[in-house]
């Protein structure tokens, strides 16, 4: 079903950039091989399946280097075990389980390798709290957590700005809102909003965004971005919805359009220049300093 879809959208999927000589059935028996201390298997394949691509993108656009990299909702774990065997740089994590303060460790061990990967981490909800370091970061990572968040997700990306170096590179990741299964949800009739959640407010996705959001989010708090791209990481489902074919001319004619249809967002912004105050209109409202910017 991609090569039908990539027919008529040739830029939905991205190229995959592996690390040098490994290929992508190593490295996906590679993280198939770990086990995670208290988390169901069954759960961890699943995730694990649909979302590799995801992870190997991400692991792409981290820069390479000896610095200090924070990860913010590392659990379970899948693109810090790849930070681990293919960057150089000394890891720090965060979770929330819906608790706040304290930490944890949780270990990852290969039955493929016998590798144990012992993961410290603080709890902390960046929707509504600092980020519980003293020190600062040369890279944050921020990926599938921003569509989580209830509350305050300019907040958050301050408080992440106040703990990243003057030209740190936040990495951030998320579900793209514009990707084409979502139209096609909408055209069929469907919703595209996601389930309410067994895990709690925090276990579904409160806002999703596009590339365009980001963009503007960042610029507002002095991010400059490196790069920015959306692509399918897994089977698309949008021709189970409407038939694309209808619709590939009139997606075509909006210029650009064709580059925002995968189902992922990917970027990397630097923390370059001093933040705006205020929360922007288009996406906040009934806030009183929502006024001060546009």
Not at 32 to 50: N, Q, R, V
Not at 78 to 100: A, D, M, P, V
Request: aromatic content about 12%; charged content about 25%; some cysteine.
């Amino acid at each position: 079903m991609n090569d039908q879809i990539e027919a008529f959208f040739p830029d939905i999927s991205q190229p995959l950039l592996l690390p040098e000589n490994h290929t992508e059935h190593e490295l996906l028996s590679y993280l198939e091989s770990f086990e995670l201390d208290g988390a169901p298997a069954k759960e961890l394949s699943t995730y694990l399946s649909a979302d590799f691509r995801r992870f190997v993108h991400t692991l792409s656009i981290v820069p390479e280097g000896h610095g200090r990299l924070l990860e913010i909702g590392a659990n379970p774990y899948f693109t810090t075990i790849l930070l681990k065997k293919f960057r150089q740089h000394e890891i720090y994590c965060t979770n929330y389980f819906g608790i706040s303060g304290g930490g944890g460790r949780q270990s990852c061990k290969s039955t493929l390798t016998n590798e144990v990967f012992d993961f410290d981490f603080l709890n902390n909800n960046v929707d509504v709290e600092d980020i519980p370091f003293e020190e600062t970061f040369d890279i944050i990572l921020f990926c599938e957590v921003i569509e989580h968040l209830v509350a305050d997700p300019l907040g958050a990306l301050r408080r992440i700005k106040d703990k990243l170096n003057p030209g740190g590179a936040l990495i951030l990741t998320t579900p793209n809102v514009n990707r084409l299964e979502n139209i096609a949800r909408m055209m069929c009739g469907g919703n595209i909003y996601d389930p309410i959640s067994g895990y709690g407010v925090y276990g579904r996705h409160n806002r999703e965004y596009n590339k365009h959001e980001l963009f503007l989010m960042l610029s507002h708090l002095g991010f400059d971005l490196d790069l920015i791209y959306s692509s399918d990481v897994h089977e698309n489902h949008a021709r189970a919805y409407y038939p694309i074919e209808n619709i590939a001319a009139q997606i075509h004619s909006t210029p650009n359009r064709g580059y925002d249809l995968g189902q992922y967002i990917f970027l990397r912004a630097r923390n370059s220049r001093l933040a705006a105050e205020g929360k922007p209109r288009w996406l906040y409202r009934s806030y009183p300093d929502a006024e001060l910017c546009d």
